[in-house]
C-alpha cells in the first residue's frame, strides 16, 4: 500500500481525491471564520496528481513524538501544500521538533516567498530551519517561481526546481491549449475578486481597490458576470448568511474607511447582493469556471483553476505573488499600480497566450519530473517517452 502524509491539509477529503472545507454543510459553524478557499483549491489539485491508498494528516500543533518512530516505518513520503508560506510572520510551530524525527522525504511542493513593498524579506531563524530541513530530505524542493528560488538559493538552498503549482496541472492534460474565440462571442466571465489589502504588499491601497471596482463595473457592463469569492467573512455572510448577517455584513464593509471609500459604492453593492459566487466545494469552483468563456481577476487560484480547465483567464498583478505566478506560467497580466489603461481588447490576443500554452508545457513536464526524483508515485504522463495520445490512453 502507497500511504501518505500531508501538512496543512487545509479541508477534509471525499471521494478519494476530492477537497471541501471541514462540516461543509453547518454554514453558520464557519460563516465567522476566514478560510481561504484557494488553499483546499491546491490540496485538491495535488491529490489529483498523487497516486496513494491512504492519506493522513501529520500534525505539526500538538504532535505526538511517540508516534513518529510508526510514521516512519510505515508512510512513504509527506509533502507540505503549496501556499505562502516564506514570509516574516510565519509561525511553523513544532514543525523543526517534528522534522528532525523523520527519516522519510518531507516534499515541499509548490511553496512560495512573499516580498514586502519596502526593505529585503527578513525570514526568522526558525523558517530558515525549516526549509534547510526539508531541502536536505528530499532531491529537490518545489517552489512557484522564479522570486521564491532566489530567497532559497540566497539561503544556501541549492536543490530548487521550479514547479509553479499544482492547480494548474489538476486536470492531469499535458497538452492542454488555450484558444481563444472571437471577443464578440464572449458572453459570460468570471471575475476572481479579492477586496482585501495590505500596505504591506500592495504599494497604493486607493489605486488597487478603485481598478478593481472599476474594472467589475466594467466586465458587468459588457458581460453577464459572476463575482468569485474566495472565503473573506463578510462575503460568506452575503451569500450563505441570513438576512440579518447579509445586512450585517454591508454594514461593515461600508463602514470600512478603505472599502467603503474605494471599492463598495452604488453598483458594486449591486453587484454583490445577486452576482456573487462562494463554495466550501472545490468542485464548485471547477463547475462554475467550465461554464464561463472567460475568467480574469485577482485571485492566484482562481484564475489559474479557469486556465486549468482550458478557459481563458487574466491575471490583475499587485504584489509579488500575483507577478511570480504571471511569469512562471507566461499568463496574460495587467499591473494593477501601471500608468497603463487596461483595455480587454489589447489582452485578448493569442500570441499572449500561445506564450503561456508553450510554458504550460514545459512547466508540467518540471512538476512531474520534481513528483518522480522526490519519490512521488504520481498520475503526471511521461511526455518525453510516448506519444500524448498513448499516454493519455494510459492514463
Same mark, same amino acid.
Given at each position: ?17 476530492? +477537497? ?21 483549491? +491546491? ?87 525549516? *526549509? ?22 540566497? *539561503? ?15 486536470? #492531469? ?50 458581460? %453577464? ?45 449591486? *453587484? ?11 468542485? %464548485? ?7 464561463? %468563456? ?8 482562481? #484564475? ?39 483595455? *480587454? ?51
Amino acid at each position: 500500500m502507497k500511504r501518505i502524509l500531508v501538512i496543512s491539509p487545509s479541508g477534509e477529503v471525499y471521494d478519494h481525491d476530492n +477537497v471541501r472545507w471541514y462540516n461543509y454543510k453547518d454554514v453558520q459553524g464557519s460563516i465567522g471564520h476566514y478560510h481561504n478557499i484557494g488553499d483546499a483549491f +491546491v490540496f485538491d489539485s495535488s491529490l489529483k496528481l498523487l497516486n496513494y491508498d491512504r492519506l493522513d494528516a501529520l500534525e505539526i500543533a500538538k504532535p505526538n513524538m511517540a508516534d513518529i518512530d510508526r510514521i516512519n516505518a510505515e508512510y512513504d513520503y509527506v509533502f507540505l501544500r503549496g501556499s505562502n508560506y516564506i514570509h516574516s510572520e510565519m509561525n511553523w510551530e513544532k514543525a523543526i521538533e517534528v522534522l528532525k524525527k523523520l527519516r522519510i522525504p518531507v516534499i515541499a511542493w509548490g511553496i512560495g516567498a512573499q516580498a514586502p513593498v519596502k526593505g529585503k524579506l527578513e525570514l526568522s531563524e526558525q523558517t530558515k530551519t525549516v *526549509l534547510r530541513l526539508m531541502a536536505d530530505s528530499t532531491t529537490s524542493i518545489g517552489v512557484r517561481g522564479a522570486y521564491s528560488a532566489q530567497v532559497l538559493w540566497d *539561503l544556501g538552498i541549492k536543490n530548487v526546481r521550479i514547479v509553479g503549482c499544482p492547480t494548474a496541472f489538476r486536470r #492531469n492534460n499535458p497538452d492542454l491549449e488555450i484558444k481563444l474565440p472571437p471577443l464578440d462571442t464572449i458572453k459570460t466571465a468570471g471575475i476572481t475578486v479579492r477586496r482585501e489589502v495590505s500596505r504591506t504588499y500592495a504599494r497604493n491601497v486607493e489605486r488597487y481597490l478603485t481598478f478593481h471596482r472599476d474594472m467589475v463595473k466594467e466586465m458587468a457592463s459588457r458581460f %453577464d458576470v459572476v463575482l468569485m469569492a474566495q472565503g473573506e467573512v463578510e462575503e460568506k455572510k452575503m451569500v450563505f448568511g441570513t438576512p440579518a448577517q447579509r445586512e450585517e455584513a454591508f454594514a461593515t464593509l461600508k463602514a470600512n474607511a478603505w472599502v467603503g471609500q474605494w471599492y463598495l459604492d452604488e453598483t458594486m453593492e449591486k *453587484l454583490h447582493r445577486e452576482r456573487l459566487f462562494y463554495s466550501d466545494v472545490v468542485a %464548485d469552483y471547477e463547475d462554475l469556471v467550465q461554464q464561463k %468563456d472567460m475568467v480574469l481577476g485577482y485571485r492566484l487560484h482562481g #484564475n489559474l483553476m479557469a486556465l486549468a480547465n482550458g478557459t481563458p483567464s487574466i491575471y490583475f498583478t499587485y504584489d509579488s505573488r500575483t507577478v511570480e505566478f504571471a511569469e512562471t506560467y507566461q499568463i496574460p497580466s495587467y499591473d494593477v499600480f501601471s500608468d497603463k489603461t487596461f483595455s *480587454l481588447e489589447e489582452y485578448w490576443d493569442q500570441s499572449l497566450f500561445d506564450k503561456f500554452n508553450r510554458a504550460y508545457r514545459f512547466m508540467y513536464r518540471e512538476m512531474r519530473q520534481f513528483l518522480v526524483e522526490n519519490g512521488a508515485d504520481t498520475k503526471m504522463v511521461d511526455v518525453m517517452r510516448k506519444p500524448v495520445k498513448e499516454q493519455l490512453k494510459a492514463a
